[in-house]
Every structure is written in C-alpha cells, then in structure tokens.
C-alpha cells in the first residue's frame, strides 16, 4: 500500500447531517458552566502605584468590601510586592481574589530599578505555572494559578504629564500582563483639566509604544461597549468606604466643605465604568489574555531559551523527541569537553608539581652536600687542634721529665757534698 497516514487523514471530509430528534449535546455549554462553578475562579489584580496613592482604599470600593489596609511606610530601601488572597462568594460563584501591592513603589531616591521586581514578580508566577504543566503528574485542576491577569496602574492626578517612573514601568509590563491605567484621586483634578489630562496620558503611553489593555471588540454582544469603553481610557476613579447621605439615600462618597464626590456616579468619576468594564463584561477575556497571549509569550521565550523548537534549520518539524536528543548530544559533548580539559588541566598540574618537588629535593640535596662539607672543616680544624694540643702536650712531658732529672741531679750532688765536708772535719 502507497498511500500513507496524511493521504488516508486529507481524503477525510465534513459532512452536515441532520438530526432526526433531540440527542442532548446542546446541553454542552451548560455542562460546561456548572463545571466551572464547581471548580471556581481565580482572579489576580496587581496594583501599582506610589504610596499612598489610594490603591487600598480603591480595591476596598470595587469589591465593597475591607481588605487589610495598613498604611506602606515611605522609607523602603526598595519595592517589594505583598500578594493577598481572599475567598469571595457573590451568589453561587466563588471567587479566589488575589490582591498584589507594590510596597514602596516610587519612594526611593533612584527609581530606575523600581520596575525590577514587579517584572520578576510576574515571571516568577509564570515560571511556576510552567513547572507545573512541564511535570509528568500535572495537577493544574485545582493547582492556584497566581499569574497576574490584571495590573491596574495607578497614575498621579498631576494634570501635567505621566513621570518617566510610570512610562518606564508601563513599558517593561505591557508584554507581561494585561495593563489597565487609571487615573486615581480623580476628584482632586476639574473636569477640563481632567478631560486634558486624559488626552495627553493617552498620546504620551502612544508615543512611547506602551501597550496598554484595550477591552476586545470581536465579541458581538459586547462590541459596541467595549469599543465605547476604549474611548473612555484611561479611567479617572475615586474610592471612598465612606457612607454618605444623598437625598434620602446612602452612597459610597467623599464629603467635602463645597460638596459630596459620588464614586458610583457616573458624572463625577468613571468608577462604575472601570468596574463594570473590569468585572462584569472582561473579568474572563483578561483571563484568557493572560493564558493565551502573556503566558503562551513567556513559555515560547523559556522553551526557545531551553533550545527547544517548532522547526529545524530547513524548516522541517521538528519533534520534542529529537531536540531531545539535539540536546542530550549537546551535553555530552560538551561534557566530554570539559571532561578531556580537565584531565589536561591534571596532567600539568601533576607535572607542575613533579618539577617543583624535583627542584626542592635539589635544593635539599645541596643543602645537605653543603652541611656535610661545613661538616668535614670542622672535623678537619678539630683533628688539627688535637694533634697540636698532643703535640704540646709531648713537649711539656720531655720538659717536665728533664726537669725532674735536673732536679734529681742537684740534689745527690748537694749531699755528696756536704758528705764530703763531715768526712773532712771528723779527719
Ligand atoms: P499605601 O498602601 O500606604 O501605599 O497607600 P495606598 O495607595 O493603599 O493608599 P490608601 O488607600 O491607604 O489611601 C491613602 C490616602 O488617600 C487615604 O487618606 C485615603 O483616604 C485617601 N484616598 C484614597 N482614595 C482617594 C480618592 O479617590 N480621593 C482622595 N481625595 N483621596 C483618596
Ligand atoms: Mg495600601
């Protein structure tokens, strides 16, 4: 048979039959939602912004609730993130809501590294997923998923231009996560400012090349407010836990002396349109935008980064089997490399070695020729020193026995003498 597997595969073709009663498959969809709200949702905001900027206050009003708010200190030595997480139940959905604060954003002196760990950050979440899907016992059913799927930037309400802290940082994100700007502490700036404000933070982050999130157009039940919605970016918030008296009904506001700032009134901030925008309508598009585009990005840069590819060099599939073994031949090569340079890096230093114990030894040796020779002088001038003292010694014994001699002599001629007078004088 010459026909082989793609030939057998490309003859197949569709067909649209009918059915002839009710079989059940259109139930799919609602399988698939009471599946989901079993399993539950995970959501992860990041929220960056200087201290102090409103960020707690801000996720407190948009999920009406209290989270831990304690005050950042201004005195960090560099940022660091503190991800949160709750669990929430609205209805039967329940949610795992992680809240990320940048702690310290903007307050050092030299602000050109701030951007570092909120990158480092994002990957490390990345990278964990990763080294969940790479095992061999995958558990990503009910495995936490901390990628973040939103970063909502918190921008000064300066009314002059973004700082280069928040374009530098915004641009080193855009690739990573969703980026959603805002503009906090809106009801600090006035309306024309505001609405120049707007234009201008728009045209900077275009001029820039800073991609920010732009809600999707491709759904057609949500076309048209999406597309409204886009319009409206970046949105100018206000966040206040305060309950306030209007008429005769209670709203979520900041009192003032000259007036109360409604947040969920659509005249003084954008806060409902954010809200809705971010939870209501693309709380599942961000999510997928962070698996599909963010995170398929990041696994694509670490696999090619791990030398493993789609095509070999004439674009022929290449499987993960023979990268596989590309790459176990690779390191054996490499191994045996580095194996071969270090026995030749033994064998000189062997040799090394040998030629210093070699050098010492003579050095040794003349040491010890040299202390022989010192030796044998000393010897030499001692045996001389002997045969001089014996020599000395010979002369003093001749003396000493003619001297005795002498003495001998004079005695016996003394008393011959005196013999001879008493001889005389008896006569
Ligand atoms: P750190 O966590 O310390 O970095 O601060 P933060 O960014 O979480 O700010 P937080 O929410 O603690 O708010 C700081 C101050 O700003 C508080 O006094 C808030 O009442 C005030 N604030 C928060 N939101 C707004 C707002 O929309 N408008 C105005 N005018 N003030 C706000
Ligand atoms: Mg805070």
Redesign the pocket.
Known sequence: MDTNDTDIYSSEEERNLNLGGHVGFDSLPDQLVSKSVIQGFSFNILCV?E????????MNTLFNTTFE?E??SHYQNGVYLRPRTYNLQESNVHLKLTIV?T?GFGDQINKEESYKPIVDYIDAQFESYLQEELKIKRCLFNYHDTRIHVCLYFIAPTGHSLKSLDLVTMKKLDSKVNVIPII?????ICKSELHKFKIKIMSELVSNGVQIYQFPTDDEVITEINSSMNAHLPFA????TEEVKVGNKSVRA?QYPWGVVQVENESHCDFVKLREMLIRVNMEDLREQTHTRHYELYRRCKLEEMGFKDTDPDNEPFSLQETYEAKRKEFLHELQQKEEEMRQMFVTKVKETEAELKEKERELHEKFEQLKRMHQEEKRKLEEKRRELEDEMNIFNRVKVASETLQGQSLFGSSQQSFRKDKDKKN
Do not use: C, L, P
Request: zero cysteines; hydrophobic letters at 35%.
């Open positions: 912004g201290t102090g900027i409103g960020k707690s206050t801000f708010n005050e950042a604060d702690v906090a502490k809106a009801d600090t918030v206000v966040g206040s900041r």
